[in-house]
């Protein structure tokens, strides 16, 4: 068995990007003027909900098809439906930030986002197969065998064969 703190460095390094991701956005969503950029267009702001939601939904892609190592089908749904709840919630959370107020475009933006992040992840799995197995056979990665340890072979004694 691997010990408590092998188990939380593993499961940081997969889970720790979609969860700085995460706090990135939620510092960003309770400034009350954000930063301005110098290069606005109209519908500026749309375009970065869907990136900042596209690198979310690769992130959390990865955390749940390495840590969890679930079937992309399986991956895909439960990563869409976090980050989808999650702009939700972002949106939900700027009612109570002054001078900010929740726009249902900006969580459409957010889940559109998303979901080309979760297609570009699948093309990409498409391109380069996802290496599980350099995880799985790197001793730190593996998973534990429970395997029990091989009997121990006992020396023979010269009066084991002795007749009675």
């Known amino acids: 068995m691997r010990p408590l703190h092998h188990k939380i460095l593993i499961l940081a390094y997969w889970w720790a990007p979609p969860f700085l991701i995460a706090a990135i956005q939620f510092g960003l969503s309770s400034w009350s003027s954000p930063p301005q950029v110098p290069f606005r267009f109209p519908g500026w702001d749309k375009v970065m909900h869907g990136l900042i939601y596209f690198v979310m939904a690769v992130a959390t892609l990865r955390a749940i098809r390495g840590y969890h190592q679930f079937t992309f089908k399986k991956s895909f749904k439960i990563a869409m439906l976090l980050c989808i709840v999650y702009g939700m919630t972002d949106e939900i959370h700027q009612v109570f930030v002054p001078g900010r107020a929740p726009e249902w475009q900006d969580w459409i933006a957010d889940a559109v986002g998303s979901l080309l992040g979760g297609c570009a992840w699948f093309v990409w799995e498409k391109i380069a197969?996802?290496?599980?197995?350099?995880?799985?056979?790197?001793?730190?990665?593996?998973?534990?065998?429970n395997q029990p340890s091989p009997p121990e072979h006992s020396t023979l004694e010269s009066n084991d064969f002795q007749s009675t």
């Open 129 to 145: 197969p996802w290496p599980h197995h350099i995880f799985r056979n790197h001793p730190r990665f593996a998973p534990p065998t």
